[in-house]
């Protein structure tokens, strides 16, 4: 009869203890929740770039604030963020620049290192985005058995590039080139475009 009372305290205690460890979680949860906004990461003028829900936004603040969306659901959170005004074409246009990082693979076998240059050029007047390059380099990294029996073995290293390197010129043009070619882009103020010049 002792020894059945003492079961039953026991499970009662423990069963007290895990549901007020799981009522603290909760709590603290719901605070950082609330506590989450939109991260800002560069200003210029009147603009803000910020960040929310996997999100990189450009925020117009004036009379009513504004947002044009740069983009949404990248490989990692942006870093290195920068806006910068142009003038192209005798309009005033923003440049925003942008890096995602994401590492993929184990160490020990093959691993990869992805790192995305994002460099977008926005007409806040009309809300809209009139040029957008990603440049992509990829250092990967794998270890290359030389025997069948796995017993030697040597780390060879690659690096695999995509896209167009972008450079803005001091006179408003856009230079986007890769190994092979090379595009020279100005901007027409008419159809609020950048196009290849002749």
């Known amino acids: 009869m002792k020894k ?19 009522s603290k979680k909760a709590k603290g949860k719901a605070k ?18 910020n960040y929310a ?10 009379v009513a604030s504004d947002t044009i969306s740069l983009r949404k659901n990248g490989i990692s959170d942006p870093a290195q963020v920068a806006i910068n005004p142009i003038s192209c074409g005798g309009q005033k246009l923003y440049c925003v620049t942008w890096t995602e990082n994401k590492k ?19 007409d806040v007047a009309s809300k809209s985005k009139v040029l957008a390059n990603i440049e992509s380099a990829n250092h990967i990294t794998e270890k290359v058995y030389l025997s ?26 856009v230079v986007l080139k890769n ?15 950048f196009v290849a010049k002749k």
């Open 104 to 122: 993929t693979g184990d160490i020990k076998t093959k691993q990869e290192d992805v790192t995305q240059k994002h460099t977008m050029i926005v």
């Open 53 to 62: 829900k996997s999100e990189l936004f450009l925020t117009v603040n004036g």
């Open 4 to 22: 059945t009372i003492l079961f039953a305290l026991i499970l009662l205690f423990t069963a007290s203890i895990g549901v007020a460890q799981k």
């Open 179 to 193: 190994k092979s070619t090379q595009t020279k882009l100005v901007y027409d103020a008419a159809t609020k475009k």
């Open 32 to 49: 950082a929740s609330v506590a989450a906004g939109p991260k800002s990461l560069a200003k210029a003028d009147n603009l803000t770039a």
């Open 148 to 173: 069948a029996d796995k017993y030697v073995s040597e780390t060879q290293e690659k690096v695999r590039r995509e896209g167009f390197e972008c450079a803005l010129q001091p006179d408003g043009t």
